[in-house]
């Protein structure tokens, strides 16, 4: 029965139920008595809170999860990471298989939303390359990660830590066993190399890396159009962050001001990688200035590219918008990107994504100022980290009252979701009107 | 050949290259020494600024108008609001009669941008009445004001501010001879109506006065979609801004927090009425609580009708906007509006102002928080103003630099023309392309 009424189900409702479930389990562990450490005491929403961060990739606790948590607790919080982040990539990359079949074989089913017999075969050999490579990743960052932990504290701490950051790290989560984030490590060649990469990776998507793969393996195969624009955005996009953080905070003596300049560059790069969707710092955001905080709120609300663990609209979403924008400028009918046409279809949920994101973020600010205490900057600060399941903040997120920390959860589980499929999921299912109305014009802006 | 020339633009540029030469015009007249009061002497970037700021009836001014400008200048800056006002809501029906006519006649035309001669003897007749309309209006507005003026200075003084305000009101300037604003009328029954009243005349648009004057003449002519959307989305955001005010700034000593219930009511909605767009105030803005800021910078990025002489991206633009969102969640496949469907040309317009005014002002907003020292909420606030062509500010007008006031002096002339106009009026004609390239999808969000 319950098999039958899944397979009728949309697939973006089949997502947002198991991330429902996920959180509903994952909470109980957490408010198990052996997932604290002697002393301390969670209450439920904290619970709900913290496992909706750690399955939704997001970072934001409200309370030290270093201090808080036992080592139990802190595996629970690290399987749910794990879980959150493979889940994501593996829904977003059979969607993502599906789109590309469905353009050179049968145009007219794009996005259809359905799994069918045929692709199952195709779907069990994805993820099970899907799977393979992510742990690869992941082992190799947790060795390097380990070493350079080595350094300073008992090996079985340093594999632990090791083990968490590299997972962290790859599935963009934020999460961190040092109370100050990565702050302390700032100056660590070791450490910021090799978890830019783990998030650049986790970041940049399954159907990329793969692409990548194929190329070094066969020599043959070309990037598609979503590789390729994946990879101009994100190289855009962090160089630019890059460049913008470094320039506004290069006299700011609470962040970068005091450092020498190949430090400076470092953690310019590093905050701008992270930013994105990652969710750690090695400066602290409270201290920016507020050029750099509005930087931020675009990066954050931009994020990382489909297909992967990180959030936000997603840089295709990103590029086909600011292809549309210079397009519109220039008088051009179509919408084109590298010698290829991009349909209306896309153009529209790209638009709609968008609007949505806005819309709803809007609300959420607005209705957050209204109701709790928290200043103008901080507030649209935190719930853009939350809907772009980044996890950074400007250290109000265990300041914030009860209504506040609901609205932040529900915002954590539709920006990992995606607003739209959240929308999709929630929404009727659409059905052709029998009749049409008579259509007429309004005069727009 | 200058004629010739003109003909053959598009209207869009027309109507920016008049707001130019008007701008260049002013800016020399109020330079004259007897434009400013004796001891004062102004810059060539203020006059600009300051013209600039009455020909887009926005408000935002850097030197105090009251004490700066002698009543020669003051006429000028005058004379500047009226020919901005009457000038956009002319050009604006124009461009909203052709479309009414398109729609019935011959659908297939519209939006085409050129004025042809079967229309002129129309669009003669179109701006006689309307400018018998507006001075209509402003000659009762004016007495109104006058007589309230009268109770405390002399009539001659009181005849000019009351036709200063009552065309500073329609034309929804937010212009004021008073050094605070409104701010000490707050209590004045009389004051707060006739400006209110002004402002929303003012700002809901030609048509909707023609089709209220039709209304009551012939009893016959039902309203046209536009102008019922334009009624129910300014009702809805009026009474929407009114309540939210009050519960936001009820507690709040500096704004209305003191006032009894009346007065708080009173206060509420005229704040409601003239944030939309006219930017005058009788509570001190810098005050005002963050949740208050925010619902600000969204009512000042909505704006006012068109056909009007308000600004922001239009009701219209923002009621198709959210229509399109909640069909969206409820899995429409039309976008429909009391039994009538819009067109995807007409939704498209309105995504495009969006994304392109989101798009400038984030990025005007980034800029000046790069380039100059003032705060993170002062600084979107001040942007949103100048695009809405609003001229609230929470203080900073006069302390920005001059770089930012020449990226405000752009803002306020690009919210003025419509950010899509704008790119229309600069970019290249549009022209068929010879060959399309092969479609290609992109995965988003
Ligand atoms: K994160
Ligand atoms: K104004």
Not at 192 to 220: C, P, Q
Not at 285 to 297: A, D, M, Y
Not at 359 to 366: E, G, K, M, R
């Amino acid at each position: 029965m319950i098999g039958f009424a899944l397979k009728k189900m949309p697939p973006s409702r089949i997502l947002l139920l198991v991330f429902v479930v996920a959180i509903f389990v994952g909470s109980f562990l957490l408010l198990l008595p052996a997932a604290v450490t002697p002393g301390n005491k969670i209450g439920y929403l904290t619970s709900i809170f913290t496992v909706t961060s750690a399955v939704c990739v997001t970072g934001l606790t409200v309370v030290d999860v270093s201090k808080v948590f036992s080592p139990f607790g802190q595996s629970v919080i690290l399987f749910f990471i794990q879980l959150g982040g493979l889940g994501i990539m593996t829904f977003s990359s059979i969607l993502f298989m599906m789109i590309g079949k469905r353009i050179t074989y049968h145009e007219m089913k794009i996005l259809k939303e359905d799994l069918n017999a045929e692709n199952t075969g195709e779907i069990v050999q994805l993820v099970k390359r899907l799977v393979m490579i992510v742990f690869t990743i992941e082992i190799i960052g947790t060795i390097f990660l380990t070493l350079e932990f080595l350094k300073e504290m008992p090996f079985k701490k340093a594999l632990l830590f090791g083990i968490f950051h590299s997972i962290s790290a790859f599935c963009n989560a934020g999460f961190s066993l040092f109370t100050t984030g990565l702050e302390g490590y700032s100056g660590s060649v070791i450490i910021n190399l090799t978890i830019a990469l783990l998030i650049i990776l986790g970041g940049i998507g399954f159907a990329v890396i793969s692409s990548f793969i194929s190329y070094y393996k066969t020599k043959k195969k070309r990037f598609n159009l979503s590789s390729k624009m994946v990879l101009r955005i994100s190289t855009i996009l962090t160089l630019g962050g890059m460049v913008l953080f470094f320039a506004l905070e290069y006299r700011n003596p609470l962040t970068i001001g005091k450092m020498n300049f190949f430090h400076k560059i470092m953690a310019s790069f590093f905050q701008s990688v992270t930013t994105r969707t990652a969710g750690f710092n090695t400066v602290p955001i409270g201290s920016l200035t507020p050029g750099t905080i509005f930087l931020f709120c675009v990066l954050m609300f931009i994020g990382a590219s489909p297909g992967s663990t990180g959030g936000g609209i997603k840089t295709t979403t990103f590029g086909v918008i600011m292809v549309y924008v210079v397009g519109i400028v220039r008088g051009q009918e179509d919408i084109e990107i590298s010698n290829r046409r991009i349909t209306w279809q896309i153009l529209n949920r790209a638009l709609a994504i968008l609007v949505i994101s806005v819309a709803y973020v809007s609300t959420i600010i607005l209705i957050m100022l209204m109701t709790d205490h928290l200043g103008f900057s901080e507030t649209i600060f935190e719930v853009i980290s939350a809907f772009g399941t980044v996890g950074l903040s400007m250290g109000v997120t265990a300041d914030m009252n009860e209504f506040s920390r609901i609205l932040i959860i529900i915002t954590m589980l539709i920006g990992r979701v995606g607003p739209l499929t959240f929308a999709l999921a929630l929404g009727e299912q659409s059905k052709k009107k029998e009749r049409k109305y008579p259509k007429e014009n309004i005069l727009i802006g």
